[in-house]
């Protein structure tokens, strides 16, 4: 993958009040932006948006800012995280998590069948969205990272995994052509998962969800050894990171409440790819 733009990005940082601009690197190791209301990071992220007009602006919540044994802001996809975050799974726990996904692919074609969802031919086809429907029910560890095209969302996901502080990281990626862009100069794919996933599939939708990957995908832990693990980091993608308090940032928010658990993870009797993910799972775990 390959580092964002060679140029400087325009950031916000935990260290100045002021929009400045500072390189991929440099943005990873600075603390992030603390913003107090829902209206104010919006805004911010308008100005992000303005200033580096070449990148389609994507987001992620999370509890922390996980750190690599370097200091920088690390965002890996789950098949590539270890326990603490400054270090690096083992070649032995890749390999048990490749073979567990080739195990978990097989039984989604298989379910895909029973279910009778549209789309079918294609998920055999293509194995990216194969890995994309797995890590989106988080079925099992794959080489995607989930992010969503709303800050809402994202705030709204941070929160309920947060203690104290939430953070809202911001990653420029290529313009979105279609179901799957791939991008050869940037080393990266992007899913957008309203596209790919039948119609009746309703988290998607409502989390307005995408998955990130390596392009050329590497299909194998044989392959993924090539790489060096910072190579398959999407902090490398990094333009900005904020946090908030999620006990007062929602309350001075206004109009823009925090989206409810349940709205968010619909039931299985609202989303029947839930049901079939479930059956999956089992499958993969007996």
């Known amino acids: 993958m390959e580092i964002i733009g060679s140029q ?18 440099a943005i990873r190791k600075e603390p992030a932006y603390l913003v107090r209301s829902y209206m104010e990071l919006a805004t911010k992220v308008a100005e992000l ?35 603490a975050s400054n270090m690096v799974p083992k070649d032995i726990t890749i390999s048990s998590r490749f073979k567990k996904l080739v195990e978990a692919e097989k039984a989604l074609v298989t379910q895909y069948e029973v279910y009778k969802f549209i789309g079918r031919d294609r998920l055999k086809r293509q194995r990216i969205l194969r890995w994309a429907i797995l890590q989106h029910y988080e079925i099992c560890e794959t080489p995607l990272l989930d992010v969503t095209q709303s800050l809402r969302i994202a705030a709204s996901f941070a ?6 502080d939430a953070y809202i990281f911001v990653l420029g990626i290529p313009h979105i052509s279609g179901a799957i862009t ?3 100069e940037a080393g990266i794919q992007i899913v957008r998962l309203s596209s790919v996933c039948p119609p009746a599939a ?21 392959q993924k050894l090539l790489y060096e693990h910072a190579e398959m980091d999407f902090g490398r993608k990094l333009i900005a990171k904020f946090r908030f308090k999620p006990d ?5 928010s206004g109009s823009f ?28 775990n007996t």
């Open 159 to 164: 929160s309920y995994q947060a203690n104290a």
């Open 49 to 83: 948006q303005f200033r580096n007009r070449d990148f389609v602006l994507m987001f992620r919540g999370q509890s922390e800012d996980y750190k690599n044994k370097l200091g920088y802001t690390s965002l890996k996809p789950s098949l590539l995280r270890a326990r």
């Open 8 to 25: 400087k990005i325009w950031t916000f940082t935990g260290i100045s009040k002021d929009i400045k601009s500072m390189t991929s690197g």
């Open 182 to 184: 791939a991008s050869a």
């Open 257 to 284: 409440p925090q989206i409810g658990k349940k709205a968010l993870y619909p039931l299985a009797s609202e989303d029947p790819l839930l049901d079939l993910a479930n059956s999956v799972r089992a499958t993969i």
């Open 248 to 252: 007062t940032f929602w309350k001075k």
């Open 202 to 222: 309703v988290r998607p939708h409502i989390q307005e969800g995408y998955l990130l990957g390596e392009y050329p995908e590497f299909a194998s832990a044989e």
